[in-house]
């Protein structure tokens, strides 16, 4: 069996972007919202409605909300820009979260399901929302982009 | 003479540890060589049967049925006068009358002045006179020790007289706000990441300030290393 490999802007520019937007918001490992906004960076994913301002914006507005349900205030405080040492993964040189894990395996899946010897980016996108709960689908929601439909366009 | 057994008296700490020398009726551990002369002299000859290890039932009095010579632990049941091994009988205070016993031989009871507990009102709430809380006892075969509602379930000898002390506040109810275990769980998550940038932000500060690593890690509550391996590569 043909073992499905990263197409090479994935393995080089989107988990690089990655690494660097977990970095920015003091995530100890890469999470799915981390390769969600590194996703939105690139041209093709752009094109299919998903912005990168905008979905900061909805994450931020995600976990404003979630804390303001259980009566949390969050007080504004700028986030160290250093992110922990966690256990590494030789790709990334930072850790991989659970939930981009499961991203990264579901890219994995969708890709061979068509067949196809690369994970490319759609294929990661197509992986990181097929997530049923977490950040990702509330903060696209709260974005106002219906997944269905997203899915279907990709 | 059977000895009622109903009201326990006041005994000494250590006379549980007596008593159960004393329900040995014969040696310790089986029969001495150097007494072998004497074996056919006693009434039962070379098979005693007389109990050779401690009895370990919770009961202050024994029989012994002189005929045969046999002992038997039943419960509530007195010891016959004169094989009462000149011990015993010493050591049992009529609970009422007779000897005062000593202040640290007396039961709650004696020495506190208060009713007995009942399961609507445990002992841990009786107030003394004075306003102290009534001491929880530890004696075992107090009847003042604290106990749960489950005492009846637990052994005698291994579990401790203090009940448990998980106290209900402990448990956090969910907002009315929130209706769908999502939100809930989502706000858990956010609370997680929120600890851990404030964690960061704070290990960061008190180390800028000179802190040591053990001091930030006691200020955690964690270990010197756990502190160290998750912020010594980024500080």
Redesign the interface.
Known sequence: MARTRLAADVREEVLYEAKGEARQA???AVEAEDLLLALSKRPEINSLGLDHGELLRALAD??TR??A????V?PQ????G????TRRSALLGMGLSTSARNALVRALQESSKVGHQELTSRHLLLGVIAAE???VP?ALKIAGIDIDELRSRI | VAVPTTARPARHPLERTFLLLIYRRSGGIGRRARLRALWDVVLWGFESPLRHQPCTHNHAIRRVDSNRGVDSCRRGEGLPAGLNWGVTAARRVAPSGGREPPYGERTCEQRFDVPPPTPTNPVRNVKLTNGRQFPPCTRISCQYRLRGPQSKNRQLGLTDGQASTIVDTMTVK??K??EEP??????V???R??A???E??AV?KAIEEGWSWAQVAEALGVTRQAVH???????
């Open positions: 003091g995530h100890g995600e976990e979630s804390l349900a259980i009566g949390v969050v405080f700028e986030p160290s250093k992110p922990r040492a709960h977490g950040r509330r | 969910l907002p706000n929130i999502e939100e809930a769980l989502a706000a998550g956010a609370l990441r929120l851990d940038r404030l960061d932000a960061e391996k998750k912020h010594a590569r980024r500080l």
